[in-house]
């Protein structure tokens, strides 16, 4: 048996003014950063010891993986970090406000483009304010997997060769592995873990802050369906506000 700690990253900055958010390097906002420490607190309570931490190269995550074990009294943890655990590239939506978005183009649209397994938005120009073209972080990443949008189905591609390669050797070494990402980068790491299908998928959201933890058997497969929620009541309310966001 493996454990698996799945923690998507506190509130953002653009988490509370409502903006499509994906690879733009946005910050925690102060109720993110007491997120993050709770979900530390969480940890520590429930006997949780992660011994390797993974995130993606995107601050919020960082930051949250930080807070976290500092609380958790573990700050000094392995780190390992991947684009492949980035948030999903959110194309020419980065940036715009995800209610606007919705008036505009209509529900129909909106929840395509938001929670559709496999249409894109339309890709970000290189020139656009929010496009990540030039940024030092992806400069060693080769040009043809840089992506300007990506839907769910890109980010699962993506995501998986590093599940396969760097978080199961953990898994399989014995350790508590602890993964600070994102809302949709998780989405694609649960749509697998759980075998959820590529319509059901649209259904699933994932609240900021609240550790979700995995017990994984010999083939790392869940042992229980859909894991568990540290704070299920919390969960169950941030998982609701999650899928209403834009309304
Ligand atoms: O903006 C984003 O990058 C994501 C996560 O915050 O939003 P959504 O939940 O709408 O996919």
Partial sequence: MATLVLLRHGESDWNAKGLFTGWVDVSLSAKGEDEARRGGRLLTDNGLRPDVVHTSLLTRAIQTAQLALAEADRIWLPVKRSWRLNERHYGAL??????????????????????????????????????????????????????????????????????????????????????????????????HLDGISDEKIAGLNIPTGIPLVYELDADFRPTRPGGEYLDPEAAKAAIEAVANQGR
């Fill in 94 to 191: 980065q940036g715009k406000n995800k209610a606007q978005t919705r008036e505009e183009f209509g529900d129909e649209q909106f929840m395509l483009w938001r929670r559709s397994y496999d249409v894109p938005p339309p890709p970000i120009a290189d020139d656009d304010e929010y496009s990540q073209a030039g940024d030092p972080r992806y400069a060693l990443l080769p040009p043809e997997l840089m992506p300007r949008t990506e839907c769910l189905k890109d980010v699962v591609e993506r995501m998986l060769p590093y599940w396969y390669d760097e978080i199961v050797p953990d898994l399989a070494a014995g350790r508590t592995v602890l993964v600070a990402a994102h809302g949709n980068s998780l989405r694609a790491l649960v749509k």
